[in-house]
Structure formats: structure tokens, C-alpha cells
């Protein structure tokens, strides 16, 4: 045997996981070998180190367990990566008014995928009551807030348009939220028209509905508040115009995680958010702006001629929305 | 392999720990297989307490597992949580052949990988480095902590930093290779065990374990490699 064949064996060697044969031959150029035996005696010692090491001590994590079997509970939420994701972009759990849509409807083909949908309806009927009024009959399915300072609150405002009649964007902004939250009339339509959704996903095809397990909502544009009351300064809310939800879409990879990290990096690359919430799913966020370039960086995300015409729905209209969210399936190729 | 072959009787260098003896080594924690038999059967059928009676049995690996997979202690416990989930709502589906722990040390895997490549994305991991003075120590770095393993004055602490330092030296193995060398060496599990845990030949997980070594004894060594 050469030095480069014992070298090469000696890991094996060392784990007793080398044939007979070898296992002698080894053992005698080891001996015969002081390069070899020294690489030995030092892989034996790195190893015995690594072994020698006590287990950590755990914290009890039944109660923990338990807390998270329990349907639909709050803590989801925090399990959920997307909420980090959201977090680092400056959206406080406190005033992140995130409505994630009765739409975002996830086949069951895990249980944490259900626990999601579960958890997706109660964000809805919560999170849709505090983030913005909306006329009868339609439906709110996204709301994007941020927790914003005065600058970010005044680009916001811009980009919103909402600072034309008024002195500043904040002062807009925060006058609007204030006035959502004094409507208290409109919870219970809100949270009237989150039933009806989750009930009869077809009553969106007011918005171009799509076979092949998409489909696409229109949120309504807040009613305009009569009297508007002082600003709320530390709150702001932007939803002024109808915007793009959610559009579901499957993609074919046989390895989803090599396609998720691809996905990835191309949409946090634009300043959108992905996050993987399942070996399968992918849950992205992107600047309107992007949407057209993700249709054609991933044509075969939307494969079916529907999808595509959705697609370009969406890109025309997209101008008017503050994110476009995408539910990526990634799915086995047939 | 548990057969225990002395090379010769002249002495020659012989390897001290075989696989397949996986009981000798302190990261796998002694559970009986049909102890855990029983209780996944009483699960199925319901009965909660017997689900926590498995999850006190083996949240030591698992969240061992997560610990050194991800090198930090509270995503490890929220990781160790949600791989005790998954496996509450996959118990019927369950292969009764397989080892319980196994199984969930496979899950556990998984879930560490999903969550480290997400919070890689974002960039928040901190790279220790082996040459800077260790916090709190005066002198000792790195690289000198995980060398000399023998105990100090104040051995729990030292442990503790011990511990810390490893955790920090794995998380700079490149993934794969973390995680070969984190099942076989710092849990005992056979070739043929993390094969399956990680759905790979165990031609390559021979080999895997064997880089990892290498890279681990060049960093501990304060040497590239």
C-alpha cells in the first residue's frame, strides 16, 4: 500500500470500517510508516476529542410540543420564518398589519402546511379588522404596513400618492390610519367578507380566477373617510389602491432544495422576500417591478396558458401594488 | 461491524473505537428500541402522555442534534420542537422497523437544513475565529481551547466554553460535511445508519466523514486545508 491509499482509508480505518484485507495492510504500513502513524495518532486523537464530548444538556421541550400541536396557535406564527423575514424588513410584529389571504389555501399534503391555512384564516379575520376599511362586497386580501419613521413614512407617502393635498406624507398617512380605526362599522363587514372568501373561493373570479389551482384577488381600495381625526403618529397603514394578491404558482424541480435557493437569491437579489416554510413551498414576496422579470426567468412557473395570461394580468396592473405575493409550489416532475 | 478484531499481538497501532459500538460513545444516550415500541404504539392510539413520554426520552439527542447543527441554543430548541411536531403527526406513517431515535434524528436533519440555509440567507451567523482571544480568558484562543482537552480549575465552565468553542468550529464545516461528522462522531451513529438519515451511499458518507476530519483537525490546528 502507498502513503496516499492509507491516507486515504485511514478515516475508515479509524471507525474499524474497513474490509479485513485492508484493514491488516493498513495496520502494518502504519507501523512501518512514522508519517502514517503520525497522521493516525493525531486523526485517532481529533476523533476521540470529538468523541469525549458530553451531550449537551436539553431544556424540557414538552410543553413547548404540546403548545405547538395545539391548532392554530399564535405561536405559528412565530415558527413560520416569513414573519422573521418580515421583522427584518422593519415590520414590528406590533403594527405589522400582514392579512395573509383565505386563498393562500394549502393542499394538506402535510400537517404543517395545514396548520399554515389554519393559522392563515385567523390572521385574516384579526389582522384585516385593524388594517383598513373596504366597501361591501369586496375583499381585502393583503394589507402591507410598516412600522416607519418620518422619512419612511413620507416615501411611503409619496410613492402612494397620498401626500398631495396634504402638508406631509406622515401626517397623511397616520390621518388615514386614525380614520380606518374609528370606523368601527366596518369590522363587521370585514371580517364578514373573510367568510364569505373562505368559503366560496370562486366569489373572487371578480378578479380574473384561473384554473389550475390559481387564483388571484383584487383587494378593494379603502373607503375614504368623511372626517378625518387627529393623526395616530407612531402607526402608519398604506393601502390607497386596489393591489395584486396572491398568485399561486407550481413549478416543476426534482431538487426542490437546489431550485428554493435559486429562487431565492434571484428574488432577494430585487429586494423581495422568499422564505422556504416547506421542502416544497416557497412564500415570496416581490416588488411589483419584478414581477415581469420573474416571469421570465421562470417561464416554466407557470406553465399552463392561464397562468400566464394571469401573470400578465398582474404585471399590468402591478404598478398600483406594494408587493405581489407569490405561493411557489415546487413540485415533483412527472 | 461489532466485532472487535485485535490487528496482532505485536502491537500494532489499533484503532480505539470501531463502528457499530456506538453505546462507548457519550452522544449516543442509551434508550431501549422496545421501550419506544410500545410508547409509539400508545401514541397512535392516542395517548398523549405516552408521546410525551417519548419526547422526554430523546429530546436530549435531538436537541443535541439541532445544537450542533445549527450552533445556537434557542433556534436549536425551537428546531428540536418542531422536529418532535413532525414527528407527532407522522407517527402513523412511521416504519416500525426503523429505530424511533433514528428516525428522529433524520428529521431533525432535515429541519436544520431547511433552517440554516434561511438564515444564511440573511447573513446572521458569526464566524469564530480560531486566533482571537477567547471572551473572558486572558489568553487562550480558540484554537488552543479545542487542542488541549484537559480539564481546568473551573470545570463546568470550561466545559461550557468547551462546548461553545466546538459549536462554533462545526458551524464552519461546510454542510454536508457537518453533518457526517456530527452523526458519527458526536453521535455514534454507524455508515450505514447516517446513509439512510441522509439519503446518501455510504461511500459517500465514508468519504464525507473523512474531509470533515481533515478540515476539523486543520482548523483546530490553526492550518488551512
Same mark, same amino acid.
Given at each position: 500500500?502507498?502513503?496516499?491509499?492509507?491516507?486515504?482509508?485511514?478515516?475508515?480505518?479509524?471507525?474499524?470500517?474497513?474490509?479485513?484485507?485492508?484493514?491488516?495492510?493498513?495496520?502494518?504500513?502504519?507501523?512501518?510508516?512514522?508519517?502514517?502513524?503520525?497522521?493516525?495518532?493525531?486523526?485517532?486523537?481529533?476523533?476521540?476529542?470529538?468523541?469525549?464530548?458530553?451531550?449537551?444538556?436539553?431544556?424540557?421541550?414538552?410543553?413547548?410540543?404540546?403548545?405547538?400541536?395545539?391548532?392554530?396557535?399564535?405561536?405559528?406564527?412565530?415558527?413560520?420564518?416569513?414573519?422573521?423575514?418580515?421583522?427584518?424588513?422593519?415590520?414590528?410584529?406590533?403594527?405589522?398589519?400582514?392579512?395573509?389571504?383565505?386563498?393562500?389555501?394549502?393542499?394538506?399534503?402535510?400537517?404543517?402546511?395545514?396548520?399554515?391555512?389554519?393559522?392563515?384564516?385567523?390572521?385574516?379575520?384579526?389582522?384585516?379588522?385593524?388594517?383598513?376599511?373596504?366597501?361591501?362586497?369586496?375583499?381585502?386580501?393583503?394589507?402591507?404596513?410598516?412600522?416607519?419613521?418620518?422619512?419612511?413614512?413620507?416615501?411611503?407617502?409619496?410613492?402612494?400618492?397620498?401626500?398631495?393635498?396634504?402638508?406631509?406624507?406622515?401626517?397623511?398617512?397616520?390621518?388615514?390610519?386614525?380614520?380606518?380605526?374609528?370606523?368601527?362599522?366596518?369590522?363587521?363587514?370585514?371580517?364578514?367578507?373573510?367568510?364569505?372568501?373562505?368559503?366560496?373561493?370562486?366569489?373572487?373570479?371578480?378578479?380574473?380566477?384561473?384554473?389550475?389551482?390559481?387564483?388571484?384577488?383584487?383587494?378593494?381600495?379603502?373607503?375614504?373617510?368623511?372626517?378625518?381625526?387627529?393623526?395616530?403618529?407612531?402607526?402608519?397603514?398604506?393601502?390607497?389602491?386596489?393591489?395584486?394578491?396572491?398568485?399561486?404558482?407550481?413549478?416543476?424541480?426534482?431538487?426542490?432544495?437546489?431550485?428554493?435557493?435559486?429562487?431565492?437569491?434571484?428574488?432577494?437579489?430585487?429586494?423581495?422576500?422568499?422564505?422556504?416554510?416547506?421542502?416544497?413551498?416557497?412564500?415570496?414576496?416581490?416588488?411589483?417591478?419584478?414581477?415581469?422579470?420573474?416571469?421570465?426567468?421562470?417561464?416554466?412557473?407557470?406553465?399552463?396558458?392561464?397562468?400566464?395570461?394571469?401573470?400578465?394580468?398582474?404585471?399590468?396592473?402591478?404598478?398600483?401594488?406594494?408587493?405581489?405575493?407569490?405561493?411557489?409550489?415546487?413540485?415533483?416532475?412527472? | 461491524?461489532?466485532?472487535?478484531?485485535?490487528?496482532?499481538?505485536?502491537?500494532?497501532?489499533?484503532?480505539?473505537?470501531?463502528?457499530?459500538?456506538?453505546?462507548?460513545?457519550?452522544?449516543?444516550?442509551?434508550?431501549?428500541?422496545?421501550?419506544?415500541?410500545?410508547?409509539?404504539?400508545?401514541?397512535?392510539?392516542?395517548?398523549?402522555?405516552? &408521546?410525551?413520554?417519548?419526547?422526554?426520552?430523546?429530546?436530549?439527542?435531538?436537541?443535541?442534534?439541532?445544537?450542533?447543527? %445549527?450552533?445556537?441554543?434557542?433556534?436549536?430548541?425551537?428546531?428540536?420542537?418542531?422536529?418532535?411536531?413532525?414527528?407527532?403527526?407522522?407517527?402513523?406513517? &412511521?416504519?416500525?422497523?426503523?429505530?424511533?431515535?433514528?428516525?428522529? #434524528?433524520?428529521?431533525?436533519?432535515?429541519?436544520?437544513?431547511?433552517?440554516?440555509?434561511?438564515?444564511?440567507?440573511?447573513?446572521?451567523?458569526?464566524?469564530?475565529?480560531?486566533?482571537?482571544?477567547?471572551?473572558?480568558?486572558?489568553?487562550?484562543?480558540?484554537?488552543?481551547?479545542?487542542?488541549?482537552?484537559?480539564?481546568?480549575?473551573?470545570?463546568?465552565?470550561?466545559?461550557?466554553?468547551?462546548?461553545?468553542?466546538?459549536?462554533?468550529? %462545526?458551524?464552519? %464545516?461546510?454542510?454536508?460535511?457537518?453533518?457526517?461528522?456530527?452523526?458519527?462522531?458526536?453521535?455514534?451513529?454507524?455508515?450505514?445508519?447516517?446513509?439512510?438519515?441522509?439519503?446518501?451511499?455510504?461511500?459517500?458518507?465514508?468519504?464525507?466523514?473523512?474531509?470533515?476530519?481533515?478540515?476539523?483537525?486543520?482548523? #483546530?490546528?490553526?492550518?488551512?486545508?
Amino acid at each position: 500500500m502507498t502513503c496516499g491509499n492509507v491516507r486515504e482509508a485511514l478515516s475508515a480505518y479509524v471507525d474499524g470500517a474497513l474490509p479485513e484485507a485492508e484493514r491488516a495492510s493498513t495496520a502494518v504500513h502504519i507501523e512501518a510508516c512514522p508519517e502514517c502513524r503520525c497522521e493516525f495518532e493525531a486523526l485517532q486523537a481529533t476523533v476521540n476529542r470529538l468523541r469525549a464530548q458530553p451531550l449537551p444538556e436539553a431544556p424540557d421541550l414538552v410543553a413547548g410540543v404540546r403548545r405547538k400541536l395545539e391548532p392554530a396557535h399564535p405561536r405559528m406564527m412565530f415558527a413560520w420564518p416569513s414573519w422573521h423575514a418580515l421583522a427584518l424588513a422593519g415590520s414590528a410584529a406590533a403594527v405589522a398589519l400582514l392579512v395573509i389571504s383565505p386563498a393562500f389555501k394549502v393542499r394538506q399534503r402535510d400537517d404543517g402546511r395545514m396548520q399554515l391555512a389554519q393559522y392563515a384564516t385567523q390572521a385574516s379575520q384579526t389582522h384585516l379588522m385593524r388594517a383598513a376599511p373596504v366597501r361591501e362586497g369586496r375583499v381585502a386580501y393583503e394589507t402591507d404596513a410598516l412600522k416607519a419613521d418620518a422619512a419612511t413614512r413620507d416615501q411611503l407617502a409619496k410613492e402612494l400618492g397620498f401626500s398631495t393635498a396634504e402638508s406631509t406624507g406622515s401626517e397623511a398617512l397616520g390621518t388615514r390610519f386614525a380614520a380606518a380605526r374609528a370606523q368601527p362599522s366596518v369590522h363587521t363587514a370585514v371580517s364578514m367578507d373573510s367568510r364569505v372568501v373562505r368559503a366560496k373561493p370562486e366569489a373572487l373570479t371578480a378578479a380574473p380566477a384561473v384554473a389550475g389551482g390559481l387564483v388571484m384577488a383584487q383587494a378593494a381600495a379603502p373607503t375614504e373617510p368623511e372626517n378625518a381625526v387627529a393623526a395616530a403618529p407612531k402607526v402608519s397603514v398604506a393601502v390607497a389602491r386596489p393591489i395584486q394578491t396572491l398568485i399561486q404558482l407550481q413549478r416543476p424541480s426534482a431538487d426542490p432544495s437546489a431550485a428554493a435557493a435559486e429562487l431565492i437569491g434571484w428574488v432577494e437579489a430585487r429586494g423581495g422576500f422568499a422564505v422556504q416554510t416547506t421542502e416544497r413551498h416557497l412564500a415570496i414576496k416581490l416588488p411589483p417591478a419584478a414581477v415581469t422579470e420573474f416571469a421570465t426567468q421562470f417561464p416554466d412557473a407557470h406553465p399552463a396558458d392561464p397562468a400566464a395570461a394571469l401573470l400578465s394580468t398582474v404585471t399590468a396592473d402591478a404598478s398600483q401594488a406594494l408587493w405581489v405575493s407569490l405561493s411557489l409550489e415546487l413540485t415533483v416532475p412527472q | 461491524m461489532t466485532t472487535r478484531r485485535s490487528p496482532t499481538a505485536s502491537g500494532l497501532p489499533k484503532p480505539q473505537a470501531e463502528a457499530g459500538t456506538s453505546d462507548a460513545i457519550p452522544g449516543s444516550y442509551p434508550v431501549s428500541t422496545l421501550e419506544d415500541v410500545v410508547l409509539v404504539e400508545q401514541a397512535v392510539q392516542g395517548q398523549n402522555d405516552a &408521546f410525551d413520554a417519548l419526547v422526554r426520552r430523546h429530546q436530549r439527542v435531538v436537541y443535541a442534534v439541532a445544537l450542533r447543527m %445549527l450552533g445556537d441554543p434557542s433556534e436549536a430548541e425551537d428546531t428540536a420542537q418542531d422536529a418532535f411536531v413532525r414527528a407527532y403527526r407522522g407517527l402513523r406513517g &412511521f416504519r416500525r422497523e426503523a429505530k424511533f431515535s433514528t428516525w428522529l #434524528v433524520s428529521i431533525t436533519m432535515n429541519l436544520c437544513r431547511n433552517r440554516r440555509r434561511w438564515w444564511l440567507r440573511r447573513r446572521r451567523l458569526v464566524v469564530a475565529s480560531l486566533d482571537a482571544p477567547l471572551e473572558g480568558t486572558e489568553s487562550s484562543t480558540l484554537g488552543e481551547t479545542i487542542r488541549d482537552p484537559a480539564p481546568g480549575p473551573h470545570e463546568a465552565a470550561v466545559a461550557q466554553e468547551r462546548q461553545d468553542q466546538l459549536l462554533s468550529v %462545526l458551524q464552519q %464545516l461546510a454542510g454536508p460535511y457537518r453533518e457526517a461528522l456530527v452523526l458519527r462522531d458526536l453521535h455514534g451513529h454507524t455508515y450505514e445508519e447516517i446513509a439512510a438519515m441522509l439519503g446518501c451511499r455510504v461511500g459517500t458518507v465514508k468519504s464525507r466523514i473523512s474531509r470533515a476530519r481533515l478540515q476539523l483537525r486543520a482548523m #483546530v490546528d490553526g492550518r488551512l486545508g
